[in-house]
Every structure is written in structure tokens, then in C-alpha cells.
């Protein structure tokens, strides 16, 4: 079957570094994405990786190792807006997007 | 970026009826879409892809009649949920995107029904 593993809950402080781990198996891979989305709104986009290697932007950095079947999202001088839930999402070889079921992450002050 | 409307956000409706929920995608033709129903604290779930033009596929589980989807155009798809009950009351979602790009989000509908 297809999966993907993320912690469900994460708890970081304000100004801190957090990192977000996902974990695929999945039928084939055409990339994957990482996601925002605050309660009771649509999720946003974050960023998109289908080779190997660290893509940054901005204070957000996304990691990829298809061979491990891993990928990590990195969050830096994290700010109170930055509290929401984090999902990660895979293409897979029939362009499904299959989800996880995203990382809920609480920032403290 | 790439936009995709979705219209209403919110839908209140007396149980027994219909509601229709567009998704729209206004600066790029969307090949496939997508149709997501999200739970209280749990990820989306894929209810249905739709390419244009053909029918759509919907995941198991997901009632084909009473979740009625039309992909008519590459720019417009639309749900209607049927004889609307209760228990359909949730957060909708659709994304649009074409076969090498990310997927664009609507805004969501929030339905309730009364």
C-alpha cells in the first residue's frame, strides 16, 4: 500500500529552528510537496521537490533523498504565524498526490 | 502564482437538497482536478479526480450519485452534493493542476446542513 509518516504534533519556540520529517512509500514518485494550511482555510503551497538535495526559500528550507524515501522540512527564526499544520504529499507514478496526514506544529513564545 | 477560485465558501443548506461548489482556474487550463473532503483534525481525502472532458474517477468509498462531479471545461469542475444530510456537513476542497506542476488550492466550501 501507500504511505506516508509524519508526526502529528510538533511543539517549537518562538525565534527557534524546527525541523518536519515525512516518510514515503509509495507507487512510483514524481515529486513531493510540503503544504501549510491554517485551521479552517485552504492549504498553501510551500515547495516542491523531485530531486535530490536541500531547496531553499526564504526562512522555509525543503529536503529531499529519494533513495531513503525521506524528506525534511526545515523552518527557521520561527514566528507565532508559523503555528499551523504542515502536510506532506507525493506524486505518485499515476499522479495521484497521496497525502500524509500532516504535522501539527504549536509555537511558543 | 496560479490561482483557482472556488465558490461558495460557505454554504449553509436544509437537509434533502443540492448545493454546488465551482472550482476555477484563472490563469492556467487545468488538466486534472481534484476534489478533497477534510475531516475535523485528519488530512485530506481524495474523493475524486477528474480529467476534462471524461468522467471522473472516484476513490473507494465515495458515492458516485450523491457526489456528482463535471469537469466540462480544462478551466471549470464543479461538485454537487446531492440530497444533502448532516453527516455531509464538512470542509470541501478542490485543486487544479496540469501533469508537471504543483497543485493549485481553491479556498475551500465549508457546508453545513441543517
Known amino acids: 500500500g501507500q504511505n506516508i509518516d509524519q508526526p502529528t504534533e510538533m511543539t517549537a519556540t518562538e525565534g527557534a529552528i524546527v525541523q518536519i520529517n515525512c516518510t514515503y512509500q509509495?507507487?512510483?514518485?514524481?515529486?513531493l510537496f510540503w503544504y501549510q494550511q491554517h485551521a479552517g482555510e485552504a492549504p498553501t503551497f510551500l515547495s516542491y521537490?523531485?530531486l535530490d538535495g536541500l531547496e531553499e526559500k526564504g526562512r522555509f528550507s525543503s529536503f529531499l533523498s529519494r533513495s531513503k524515501g525521506y524528506s525534511y522540512l526545515l523552518l527557521k527564526e520561527l514566528q507565532m504565524k508559523d503555528s499551523a499544520s504542515y502536510l506532506c504529499?507525493?506524486?505518485?507514478?499515476?499522479?495521484?498526490?497521496?497525502w500524509g496526514a500532516g504535522t501539527k506544529l504549536i509555537i511558543k513564545p | 502564482g496560479a490561482v483557482v477560485s472556488q465558490h461558495p465558501s460557505r454554504v449553509i443548506c436544509k437537509s434533502g437538497t443540492s448545493v454546488k461548489i465551482e472550482c476555477r482556474s484563472l490563469?492556467?487550463?487545468?488538466?486534472?482536478m481534484f476534489w478533497y473532503r477534510q475531516f475535523p483534525k485528519k488530512s485530506l481525502m481524495l474523493m475524486a479526480t477528474?480529467?476534462?472532458?471524461?468522467?471522473?474517477?472516484?476513490e473507494q468509498g465515495v458515492e458516485k450519485d450523491k457526489f456528482l462531479i463535471n469537469h466540462a471545461s480544462l478551466t471549470l469542475s464543479t461538485l454537487t452534493v446531492t440530497s444533502a444530510h448532516p453527516e455531509d456537513s464538512s470542509f470541501y476542497i478542490c485543486?487544479?493542476?496540469?501533469?508537471?506542476?504543483?497543485?493549485?488550492f481553491g479556498q475551500g466550501t465549508r457546508l453545513t446542513v441543517v
Open positions: 504529499a507525493v506524486i505518485d507514478s499515476n499522479y495521484q498526490l497521496i
Open positions: 509509495t507507487s512510483g514518485f514524481n515529486g
Open positions: 521537490n523531485v
Open positions: 485543486s487544479a493542476r496540469n501533469r508537471d506542476t504543483e497543485a493549485f
Open positions: 477528474s480529467n476534462e472532458g471524461s468522467k471522473a474517477t472516484y
Open positions: 490563469d492556467f487550463q487545468a488538466t486534472t
